[in-house]
């Protein structure tokens, strides 16, 4: 065998050769991988074998090359199965066999000597070859269990990093981005080249309809690997074309045409892509319609160009798309559709350049379950964008769509939703025409966030309107609506608590079920345990119900003990907008001239220790169903007086801005939050010269960028004295000065700029009770409107103020007064001492009286009776352009 060995190392080049040959023939796919398939692998088997046999050494010492560990581990990386690793060993033992025996018959014609060489010969090589194996299935083993450690990593990892939030296009973002950038759990190395991600144009927009056919899609990410150099012409090269057929360069200028410019490595995510669809019969095209994935190796490029989703009119005109040098093509690519519970979302495809290796089986699953988890991060944003969509679609209706004409204020408002994380919130605000030509400016915030709160702003505005047209004082108004809110709190927990009982039942009839079940099978005692412990744990016990009364009863009325009206105002309202702590100083009202910024006053008030929380009220954020609690802020504001009276509710506190810039903040009484009851409410009365600007707001804006209650307030004073054209520019202003793009929680801003009624529009007549009082009242209404210009309405104006005053005079007590406001309208007020209410009744046919009334309910626009502390008011309001009712009513 030395000789043998000898004269064959004399011509290793040519036994390398043909053992390189041999393995070239039968396996050809692992040569491949030039990083683990060379000449100089074989070459270094050949020499050891050679050498040992020419030296005679023991077959049990014979060790293979060190660096054959090395090429095991990169074929493993390569995901080279196993069995064509040792293949490989046995083919080239196999042609040296041959050889190396060929050569003993050459060199003798002893059967004998050649019979016991041949054996020790194979002895040898059959030694070597299973102590390489073994080693070769070791490294390959700890190569691939590390590799499924490193994928299982990318798992989790994709976990982590995909659907970091509830934004569809972020979302696939960041599943391009994810599979193009380099990971640890593949050796630093990217897990593809080129990353699209295109969404089916329904579920896009959070629909769930049916999809249309064919497909229409939109491509929302598309990413290129820094790492090929393949990819960094395709990067830099700016637009590209997306029509063609045939190659993946294609597919790459076509993602390159919907970034254009973008960067290597870079992911620019397209604000609205155009719709597109895909061939008939191409991968992406398959993998929509059956919901499998399918990986693909690209000899001429991939057969899945996308197309436009609607072709252009015939005889229009199509831009040309700017050429771009064509990248190198794709040699491997995956299509993974994204379903997500029973539905198809999009699909996803992964694109390695031919300086990568072909993706393999394993990649393909790891690419499910990237996939995968992308597809239900896309699909729970999507549900949220539906469902954030219903409920701004429903707090917007609830809104008032534009400000009703009033003469008393110029109106600037603005609502804007809180950022996709905190949700849809219950803030709103209203403008109210009151009687007399006054005006009624209203803001609020309901606690929490989503459809519950929205659905309760609602209810509450509705609420607010109908005890303002009743025309109560806002301290009275806010009380009845602490009243509406406590009505809808123990609602809310009512039902909170019949959806846990039924939730209970439910649940113990399903365990005393399974119970009768096994009773069945011959287990009475288990049924009849299973039937106790199922009644004992039902959630809908008396436990829970007495738990929810004590909550509901906590929140009509205050605990002995708790904080006074002010700390409540202060502190709860501090609270659900994370503003005032105990521990800032009081702060008394002050006006504050321009300029440097001064101590104002707290917003919330006087900030005090901040009580344990109500049992009604829950931090802003919480979506809870069985909760209602708001905070409201409430103004009349009468244009004849310039007086303005206000009341609030735990809100914040309004500002002013008097016409020469000085600003002040109102320093209101602390009322306790809507929903709390047993404290009353204060109101003041102010008065401000014309073009005073009252702001009104919910905390919100004060808060939105994370400063503090002082710096917001400072931040508002700025934005309100600087100068713009028009009181919406000042709006518009305040609101860029305040919030962030996406504010943590929603806001409501009124800003109302007061005007006057001058002397020469209002008439006032003191007037007798006595019945001949009213033929001078006519007498007075007549010239009045002459003087105005209004003799159109003098036959009206007659009518009405007649029978106002007669019934002043015969059921009210004197003094009794007559107004006339020239406005939008002629408003038409009498008023006595009296505190009856008139009341509308139909008279019958032979009653001599009862018709005053309904003769003004006909003959005027609108008309009511408001109360003051010390009398009431009657007051009809008449337009000129109104028609003459028919009379035979009388």
Known sequence: MSRVARELGSKADELIAEVERCLRSELPDLWTYSDAMTSQNVARHVVVVLSALEHGVDPRAVEQPIAELTRVRRLARHGVPVSVVLRAFRLGQGVMLDRLLEGMARLTDDATLISEAARRLIVTATGYVDRSSEQGVVAYEE???????????????????????????????????????????????????????????????????????????????????????????????????????????????????????AAVGSATKVALPEPHTFPAGSLPARALATGHPFRHRLDGGPPDLVHPARPAPRGASVPPVPSAPSPPSAHSTLVVPLRARGAILGVAQFFRAPASDAFDDEDLLLAQEIAARAAVAVDNARRYTHARATAISLQRSLLPSRTPPQSAVEVACRYRPAGDRAGVGGDWYDVIPLSGARVALVVGDVVGHGIHAAATMGRLRTAVRTLADIDLPPDELLTHLDDVVIRLSAEAEGEGEEDEEEQGQGQGQERRGRGARQGEAGDARADAGSGDRADARSPGGGGRSEGAGARAAAGRGLPSGSPRAGDLGSGISASAGGGATGSTPPVTSGAVPPGPAAPLPHPFGAPSPRPSPSPTLAPVGAESV????????????????????????????????????????????????????????????????????????????????????????????????????????????????????????????????????????????????????????????????????????????????????????????????????????????????GSTTPHLRRARVFDEGGRGLLLVAQLAERWGTRHARHGKTVWAELNASAALPDMAFL
Do not use: K, M
């Not at 569809?168 to 897990?191: C, K, N, V, W, Y």
């Not at 090269?237 to 390159?256: C, K, T």
């Not at 919406?728 to 504010?743: H, I, M, Q």
């Open 143 to 261: 190569e691939r269990e590390h590799r499924l450690r490193g994928r299982l990593s990318l798992v989790n990892e994709a976990s982590v990093r995909i659907g970091t939030t509830l934004d569809i296009a972020q979302t696939t973002q960041e599943l391009a981005e994810f599979a193009t950038e380099p990971l640890a759990g593949l050796a630093d190395r990217s897990f593809a080249d080129l990353v699209t991600v295109d969404l089916i144009d329904s579920a896009l927009h959070g629909h769930d309809t049916p999809p249309e056919d064919p497909l229409v899609l939109r491509r929302l990410a598309r990413r290129t690997s820094a790492a090929p150099e393949e990819h960094s012409e395709a990067g830099a090269s700016g637009g590209g074309a997306g029509a063609g057929s045939g190659s993946a360069g294609s597919e790459l200028r076509r993602g390159a045409a919907l970034e254009q410019g």
């Open 626 to 833: 069985g909760v209602v609690g708001a905070t409201c802020v409430y103004a009349v504001y009468d244009p004849v007086s310039r007086s303005c009276t206000l009341a609030r509710a735990g809100h914040v506190l309004p500002v002013v801005v008097a016409p020469d810039g000085v600003v002040d903040v109102l320093d209101l009484p602390p009322g306790p939050p809507l929903g709390l009851g047993g404290l009353p409410f204060e109101s003041v009365e102010v008065e401000w010269p014309e073009g005073t600007v009252l702001a009104l707001y919910t905390d919100g804006l004060l808060e939105a960028r994370g400063h503090d209650i002082d710096e917001g307030l400072a931040r508002l004073r700025d934005a309100l004295v600087r100068p713009a054209a028009s009181l919406e520019a000042t709006c518009d202003a305040v609101l860029g000065s305040l919030l962030p793009p996406r504010p943590p929680d929603d806001v409501a801003l009124l800003l109302a700029r007061t005007r006057a009624l001058g002397a020469e529009q209002v008439a006032h007549w003191d007037l007798e009770a006595d019945p001949a009082a009213v033929g001078l009242a006519r007498a007075n209404v007549a010239r009045q409107l002459a003087l105005w210009g209004l003799e159109e309405l003098d036959f009206l104006a007659e009518l009405v103020v007649s029978e106002l005053v007669t019934n002043a005079i015969r059921y009210g007590r004197p003094p009794i007064g007559l107004r006339l406001i020239h406005d939008r309208t002629l408003l038409c007020e009498v008023s006595d001492a």
